[in-house]
């Protein structure tokens, strides 16, 4: 049945009576709409209903005023192969994770692995048969159906450039955290950084003390050397640089500035901060770095949203933008904002139950975490009231 749902279309789907519509977009993050129009996954409308056309759906979802967001996307997850994770011995963390609002997962390097290759061939045949399988599990009805990105190779010493043209030619896009591997100088790394980026292969750098004993030190002259596109946990994962560190990085580079949840919180905070009065909060973006050490924490994203708006006094509306829209245009990826022609993922979240706040935004501003009360992906319904968030005052229904 699992199976059935996602290879089916979601045809048309009328999203209706929305309370409050957040774009994903940080310079335009609140919509004047109340519907959405969806046609086989991809967004078709987004206005007023009356000014949309929303003849003959095959399904309506009645929102009952509640508000929706584009599917949160995690910047920074270690998936290793279908839903299991060998680093906490977990199964269906992906899938509880989709019942927190993501419904897109970047992986970061599938290192912890059992056994991971580090011989060129090896890391290359991992790379290819994660990217694979991931991009398979999907249609085999595993991970709740979320999207995950994967197939991202850790980098070894003795590469060459023919070793990246290899992997994009097979559908690799995206390089696992570089650090991790054997290549830790900020010359070889940026070399190599250069050879991906020439085969459109995206790089993401560990930045900060190492995470678990093996990993290693990679300070700021690295990072900025080695110009990764992504600037990955620039809050640590979890030991950050010193402060100081990491504002130089803020201020000498122009890459996406990635802070996560299992990191050193309070350098989350004031990196965000920093980035705001640097007016550059197009490149923060978001995501959890799980699993790891710490573990997986389903609710992260919606965590770390409720941490930066409430801690960093940054209005909630804009801290979504930084889990959606600015990953979206950091990685060039279609989701991640509600737009026309963008496909159908999305949260639909209200105020949990009995908080403070007077409405959703007050509440995620007072600190307190938003309840889910559906999920979509690409136009289907994966799950209605998550059974991992709070309870949300209202959600939405299905009406047809
Ligand atoms: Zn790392």
């Not at 309370?19 to 109340?34: E, N, Q, T």
């Not at 450039?161 to 690799?172: I, M, N, P, R």
């Not at 504002?247 to 990635?258: I, Q």
Request: aromatic content about 2%.
């Amino acid at each position: 049945m699992a199976t059935a749902a996602i290879v089916e279309k979601s045809g048309k789907v009328v999203i209706r009576r929305v309370g409050l519509m957040l774009s994903g977009d940080i310079d335009h993050p609140i919509l004047d709409a109340d519907t959405i129009v969806v046609n086989d996954g991809v967004i078709t409308a987004v206005g007023r209903e009356k000014d949309c056309d929303t003849s003959e759906p095959r399904r309506i979802i009645d929102c009952q005023g509640t508000a929706i967001a584009p599917g949160l996307i995690d910047s920074h997850t270690h998936p290793v192969f279908g839903d299991w994770t060998p680093r906490q011995n977990q199964l269906g963390w992906i899938e509880s994770c989709m019942h927190g609002g993501v419904t897109t997962m970047i992986s970061a390097g599938e290192v912890h692995l059992p056994g991971r290759p580090k011989d060129i061939v090896g890391v290359k045949a991992l790379a290819i048969t994660a990217q694979r399988a991931f991009d398979g599990m999907r249609a085999a009805g595993v991970g709740g159906g979320v999207k995950v990105l994967a197939g991202a190779p850790v980098i070894e010493k003795g590469m060459v450039e023919q070793d990246f043209a290899d992997l994009a030619a097979a559908g690799v896009r995206l390089l696992g955290e570089i650090g991790l591997g054997s290549v830790k100088a900020g010359d070889e790394a940026a070399q190599m950084v250069a050879w991906a980026r020439r085969h459109g292969i995206q790089s993401t750098i560990h930045t900060g003390g190492p995470s678990i004993p093996g990993s290693g030190l990679i300070d700021e002259h690295v990072v900025l050397e080695a110009d990764a596109d992504v600037i990955g946990h620039v809050n640590g994962g979890h030991t950050s640089l010193s402060y100081k560190s990491v504002c130089t990085l803020c201020e000498k580079s122009s890459r996406a500035l990635e802070i996560v949840h299992n990191g050193n919180e309070r350098i989350a905070i004031l990196t965000a901060r920093h980035a705001i009065e640097l007016k550059c909060p197009h490149r923060v973006i978001l995501g959890t770095d799980a699993p790891a050490g710490s573990g997986v924490q389903p609710l992260g994203m919606l965590r770390m949203i409720a941490l930066l708006s409430s801690m960093a006094d940054i209005p909630a509306e804009i801290v979504f933008g930084f889990a959606t829209g600015n990953i979206a245009r950091m990685r060039s990826l279609p989701q991640g904002l509600i737009e026309v022609g963008r496909p159908a993922d999305f949260v639909f979240i209200d105020k949990a139950q009995h908080s403070a706040g007077t409405d959703l935004l007050d509440s995620i501003r007072l600190g307190d975490i938003p309840g889910v009360g559906m999920v979509m992906i690409d136009g289907i319904v994966r799950c209605q009231r998550s059974r991992n968030t709070p309870p949300a005052a209202e959600v939405p229904v299905i009406a047809h």
